[in-house]
């Protein structure tokens, strides 16, 4: 007891003139969420992990179909390569139709003619890319191996990308937290079990929990490298059904990437079957990658 009280009067000092330099000791630090400097006032929001698979599943089922024109950046390089080289102003036009019918249209800029036009309805892919004089056709699920990296756009990405899918049969998730200083998250992880019983990671999708909205969407193969890395931006309401008015597609391993904004939208409203038909043009060069479609489609009808 006596060495307790022998000590009291250092104590007391240490904290006297702690409280005496708080000034310099006591710094406060700026909170950032997703860049911008944060409200103090504002309320994350919290969710659990079959919450977010339901958000998931009814933006997923209330698109039945859409045609959206959109202005469009098509890069090639990766940040694996150290280098990406992009061109702008591509004016597009990108038909969906359930279960997985889709076709990109895309015009030069300036000129307005037909920079590339490719369909695909789920299974099989054509693609005809006019600056080479090219029309490939074959099985989505055909490695994308050309050295010319634009030979390697797939309709199927676009898709896989566009459309945030909710977890199908085989894929088991858990919610991680991952709030910080700089960003405001939840990430849904999906994962799937091997032939030989392993566990890999197959997605994450991330949410913003400042309103719970889809920020982004990683794609993994078995290796647990990135296929595909999508952010989506300024969530809109067209014909009462929640889509991303910005994308942004890199296929990092393909060597490419596509940003899109839309300017037009319209959502739910029938298309023909016409509308994904794509014939190869009389003098093209044809090149088959995998198992070319098993039927031929009725004689293309021009927009």
Not at 123 to 142: C, H, P
Request: one cysteine or more; hydrophobic letters at 40%.
């Amino acid at each position: 007891m006596r060495i307790l009280r022998r000590q009291a009067p250092a104590t007391l000092a240490l904290l006297l003139g702690i409280s005496a330099t708080s000034c310099r000791l006591i710094t406060h630090r700026t909170i950032k969420r997703n860049g911008k400097i944060a409200n103090p006032a504002q309320t994350l929001l919290t969710a659990t992990a079959p919450e977010l698979v339901a958000r998931i599943q009814k933006i997923f089922d209330s698109i039945q179909s859409f045609q959206a024109t959109v202005e469009m950046t098509p890069s090639v390089g990766s940040v694996y390569k150290g280098q990406i080289t992009e061109i702008h102003d591509v004016h597009a036009y990108v038909l969906f139709r359930k279960p997985a019918d889709i076709r990109i249209i895309a015009q030069l800029p300036v000129v307005g003619t037909r920079a590339f036009d490719m369909v695909s309805n789920g299974q099989d892919f054509r693609f005809y890319l006019v600056s080479k004089n090219l029309f490939i056709e074959g099985s989505n699920a055909a490695p994308a191996t050309s050295k010319n990296k634009l030979e390697n756009l797939r309709p199927e990405a676009f898709l896989s990308s566009m459309l945030i899918r909710p977890p199908k049969a085989g894929e088991h998730y858990f919610l991680v937290d991952q709030t910080d200083e700089e960003n405001t998250l939840y990430i849904l992880w999906l994962v799937t079990e091997g032939p030989n019983g392993e566990i890999h990671a197959s997605r994450s999708i991330w949410f913003d929990r400042l309103d719970l909205s889809l920020d982004r969407q990683i794609v993994y193969d078995s290796g647990g490298e990135i296929l595909s890395d999508t952010r989506y931006a300024k969530w809109q309401t067209y014909n009462g059904v929640l889509f991303p008015a910005h994308i942004d597609i890199n296929r990092l391993k393909d060597g490419y990437g596509v940003a899109m904004d839309i300017t037009e939208m319209q959502m739910n409203t029938p298309l023909s079957d016409d509308k994904f038909v794509l014939n190869r043009p009389e003098g093209v060069q044809l090149q088959t990658i995998g198992a070319a479609p098993a039927t031929k489609p009725a004689p293309q009808v021009q927009r």
